[in-house]
């Protein structure tokens, strides 16, 4: 059986100054930092095994927050949550999971997009899930970033397929509200599925925070996998998932 292509759930950039400078004063900054190697690593292998296993495959595109960064472990995020609840209603799901810390918006269109793309064909009838969240990181990047992230928005829009599911911006900027409008329309014409953690998310994060204060807990992604979960629920009934 072949192998996929080798993808290393990596952008190929350090961490910014800011975050190198506060994490060696910090060392809860530091300790979650840390994780980013071999949570990527994890998901590297797992994914390199999904790819190929028989089943339907769950194409997870995005940052650090899919990473499961964090948590104590890669597979405490919401991802592995989510899996854990969807499996018990007969969806046998495969992760493939091509997120990455650090990423942004366009790493996903010029990195993840294609991996997935360069990926075996699936050997399931079924279509794959692609699950999407992305943007924080362009907000939070320095202001050349977050004025490209509405046009990057828009043009993920048209790169998805139809019936992903992709969050929302719940930060109140300028850039998250215009970047959320591509996501609102592509929703009201049918194109993707909005997990909208402007009303859905975490109501707090009191208790939710990983040492970095940043980065959610397993509290934290349980909150996001609370959100997610209805909107990957109807999806996978509207492709002719199995019935919950």
């Known amino acids: ?4 292509p080798v993808y290393t759930n990596r952008t190929g950039r350090p961490p910014g100054r800011s975050v190198r400078a506060l994490g060696a004063v910090l060392p809860g900054i530091a300790r979650v930092r840390a994780q980013a190697e071999p949570y990527a690593d994890a998901w590297q292998e797992r994914t390199r095994s999904a790819a190929v296993a028989p089943g339907r495959r769950w194409v997870v595109l995005g940052d650090s927050m899919s990473q499961a960064i964090g948590a104590t472990g890669p597979d405490r995020g919401w991802v592995d949550q989510l899996l854990g609840r969807l499996g018990p209603a007969g969806h046998d799901l495969r992760v493939v999971n091509l997120s990455a810390t650090g990423a942004r918006v366009p790493d996903v269109l010029d990195q993840q997009l294609p991996a997935w793309s360069a990926l075996p064909p699936s050997r399931s009838p079924l279509p794959d899930l692609v699950t999407v969240m992305i943007g924080s990181n362009d907000l939070f990047s320095g202001a050349r970033h977050r004025a490209r992230l509405p046009g990057a928005m828009a043009e993920l829009v048209t790169r998805l397929p139809s019936g992903s599911v992709v969050t929302t911006l719940p930060q109140p900027r300028a850039a998250a509200r215009q970047a959320n409008r591509h996501l609102d329309g592509a929703a009201l014409r049918g194109h993707l599925r909005v997990v ?16 970095d204060f940043f980065h959610p807990n397993e509290a934290g992604y349980a909150a996001i996998t609370d959100a997610f979960e209805p909107v990957v629920r109807a999806a996978l009934r509207a492709s002719n998932g199995p019935a919950t």
Do not use: K
């Open 1 to 4: 059986m072949s192998r996929p």
């Open 196 to 211: 909208d953690l402007r009303t859905d998310g975490p109501s707090s994060w009191r208790g939710r925070l990983a040492a």
